[in-house]
């Protein structure tokens, strides 16, 4: 005969409800009502259609027994269980509700059970079994453990059955995993399942019963008699998703009363406890899985590193608490990802984990915290110099080439590391950490530094400045002043650049070189860049309006430069302002024009297509290349200072800067001196085929006003070139 498939969670606990005369409902905080089960519901004068959501005074009806229900429904909201007898549809009802906890301990609702009372042996071994129902139903604040042990514990007890036990089976009637037990000895303990009455509720599917095991004809199953001294049984299977439980209750000692549809019933009921159980259960730990790991390494998250860090330090109070926490950033892996692709960028974080797991020792935890950064807890470092070995060679691994298909990459790390004594937070011991891989960066990168006291007092000098950063944008602390452009030939005045100054209360006026550095890593560079952008836009609108033809440049950061958004947004801005693209120049230095080639190529050649001018700042002190300098979209080198400030006697600081004017000559670019103090470098310069300067020798940098002034003052018109 074939035989039925275990149910699963909801059929169970609908195929029980719908037998047993009994009503059941549950409500939540505000007590409306969110379900309700059981074949009792209209014999019992109960509604039953129309129920989920409304109030449970509404639910009740104008009875006279439902100012008390509503009572024992506000006490078991205040967290105490009440009960008692009420009268209702012309029967004397049993009445129970106790609060709904969640997991976190809370009360969430409440749930409520009505059954008929009667005075019966076998009515009051019903109130037993719905009793042990409604004590289960509210416990989600129970761990695992406790939960099973008690749906174990009280349906022995309901079924006068003194062991007790739910395992996990595979296909083969093997037990994967004993869920829970109670009594002694454990039900199954040393047998196989296939010798045991565990496999004949699965032949007779969901129920089996026995009031002796003696007389079952399968052998198998008889010797848990002998082994166990067991009599009396019974038992039921379900399912959560694919797997397959059973659930048993067994005695050594005869039953006074035969097993009846009922029991049969409340099994399956309890069987169905534990499948919502497990299943809840099994999300729970999926989401925490999913929550704690990492989903392209597999590693721990940020979340689960931080959370054990502050376990370990905890655990550890009263002995060697001792632990060093390493941060570790890939260097230059966002221009890799940009410029090779996403997918090698993940092939690289995947072997960069590889790598680090191959490395450090078994007991060293490794998360990856985030893009481009990952961590590493030693339990109980030795020495310093342990500390300083393992960051050492994390260092020399990560700086050997990653070979992706054909090509070779070739990339380092930066680590920063931190020891703690005990005393200080999770949180805290990643941010210094993180620190000291920053400072590891500036440094140099490809190397490590330990986290210090000095360290400290620039990160809190830093957080102040970032923090004043913040708030200086919304309160109009940032100003532009502007430094002319003179025609070395007509001395005509060319342009302006246009430079950022911020204004911080209370303490004066800060250059760039105090904040852009800041600005740049926090990412408030773009907002910042934004605003000098427009602002710079809008004065040469006016400027231009007013006959002054003046062409203003405005630094561009490697932010800006690799932002999604900085072309529409450089598209609104000329929209807005109503500015002549032909009227604004972008300065990039060398150093960020290398940083992405292609983005910088992209974003410069759409710029020079709308009729920017580009020129390219800080030419011959990075990486000069005729090869990257042919591929770029410029029209302008910019001769620097340093190569200025020695001429023209000088001999290397001339020739240097000889030769610059005649490769910008040679390549059809302008080119421009900056820091021009002196008519011998003016002369100088202008011999040599130097076209435009800029420098102390002209003028400072001035605000707007002065600017004009002086623009007024200067002897010859300017002219837009």
Not at 25 to 31: G, P, Q, S
Not at 70 to 81: D, K, N
Not at 378 to 386: D, M, V
Request: proline content about 3%.
């Amino acid at each position: 005969m074939a035989t039925e498939p275990p149910l699963d969670a909801d059929a169970c606990l609908r195929l029980l409800l719908s037998h047993l005369p009994a009503a059941l409902w549950t409500t939540d905080a505000d007590l409306r009502i969110t379900s309700t089960c059981g074949s009792a519901l209209e014999h019992l004068g109960l509604a039953s259609e129309g129920a989920i959501g409304r109030g449970i005074h509404e639910y009740l009806g104008p009875d006279e027994s439902s100012a008390t229900i509503i009572a024992m429904h506000r006490s078991a909201l205040a967290g105490q269980a009440a009960s008692g007898s009420v009268q209702r549809a012309e029967r004397n009802l049993q009445c129970r509700v106790q609060p709904l906890f969640a997991a976190g301990g809370g009360v969430t609702g409440t749930v409520g059970l009505a059954f008929e009372g009667t005075t019966t042996e076998r009515a009051r071994r019903r109130e037993s079994a719905l009793t042990t129902l409604w004590r289960l139903v509210g416990r989600q604040d129970l761990d695992h453990r406790t939960l099973s042990h008690a749906i174990l514990v009280e349906g022995g007890r309901a079924l006068g059955l003194e062991r007790g036990s739910v395992v996990h089976v595979d296909g083969d009637l093997c037990a994967i995993d004993y869920l829970e037990n109670f009594g002694d000895p454990a039900l199954y303990a040393g047998l196989p399942l296939r010798e045991s009455a565990a496999q004949l509720v699965l032949e007779q599917g969901r129920t089996f019963s026995s009031m002796d095991l003696q007389t079952v004809e399968r052998a198998r199953a008889r010797r848990a008699v002998t082994a166990h001294h067991l009599r009396t049984y019974i038992g039921a299977s379900f399912r959560v998703g694919r797997r397959n439980y059973v659930l048993s209750f067994a005695s050594s000692a005869p039953r006074a009363t035969p097993f009846d549809e009922e029991d049969h019933t409340y099994v399956e009921l309890l069987a169905g406890f534990f499948s919502r159980h497990l299943l809840t259960r099994q999300q729970q730990e999926w989401i925490v899985e999913l929550a704690s790991i990492d989903p392209l390494t597999g590693l721990p998250n940020r979340t689960y590193f931080s959370r054990y860090i502050s376990d370990r330090v905890a655990n550890g109070a009263d002995t060697d608490a001792r632990v060093a926490v390493l941060a570790i950033g890939l260097d230059r892996f966002k221009h890799v990802n940009s410029s090779l692709g996403h997918s090698t960028g993940d092939r690289i974080l995947l072997e960069t984990g590889s790598r680090l797991r191959g490395i450090l020792s078994d007991d060293t935890v490794l998360a990856r915290l985030g893009d481009d950064e990952f961590a590493a807890l030693l339990p109980h470092p030795s020495t310093r110099y342990a500390v300083e070995y393992a960051a050492r060679r994390i260092c020399r691994t990560l700086a050997e080439p990653y070979v992706v298909g054909e090509e070779q990459v070739h990339l380092s790390a930066s680590v920063g590391a931190v020891i703690s004594n005990g005393h200080i937070d999770a949180e805290e011991l990643l941010l210094q950490a993180d620190v000291a891989m920053h400072r590891a960066k500036d440094d140099g990168r490809n190397r490590f530094r330990f986290y210090s006291d000095a360290l400290a007092a620039q990160v809190s000098r830093r957080r102040h400045l970032e923090t004043g950063l913040r708030r200086a944008l919304e309160a109009q602390e940032f100003t532009l002043v502007y430094q002319p452009f003179v025609n070395l030939v007509s001395h005509a005045v060319v342009g302006a650049e246009a430079l950022i100054r911020w204004n911080r209360p209370g303490i004066g006026v800060a250059a760039p070189a105090e904040f852009i550095g800041l600005a740049e890593e926090s990412g408030l560079i773009i907002p910042i860049g934004a605003w000098a952008l427009a602002t710079a836009c809008l004065q040469a609108k006016r400027w231009n309006d007013a006959g002054k033809a003046l062409r203003v440049t405005v630094n561009i950061s490697a932010r800006q430069l690799q932002d999604p958004q900085f072309l529409s947004d450089l598209d609104d801005v000329l929209g807005e302002t109503g500015a002549d693209p032909t009227t604004i120049g972008l300065e990039v230095t060398e150093s960020v024009a290398i940083t992405d080639l292609l983005t910088t190529r992209r974003v410069l050649q759409h710029c020079r297509d709308l009729g920017l001018r580009i020129a390219l700042d800080d030419f011959g002190t990075s990486y000069s290349s005729l090869a990257y300098i042919r591929e770029l979209p410029i029209d302008m080198l910019k001769v620097d200072r340093r190569f200025v400030e020695g001429l023209p006697t000088d001999r290397t600081a001339a020739a240097i800067a000889r030769a610059i004017i005649a490769f910008s000559t040679s390549l059809g670019f302008d080119t421009l001196a900056e820091g021009i103090e002196t008519e011998e470098q003016e002369s100088w310069l202008a011999r040599e085929g130097c076209r435009i300067a800029q420098g102390f020798l002209f003028a400072k940098p001035m605000a707007v006003d002065a600017f004009e002034q002086w623009l007024e003052r200067w002897p010859h018109r300017s002219t837009l070139v």
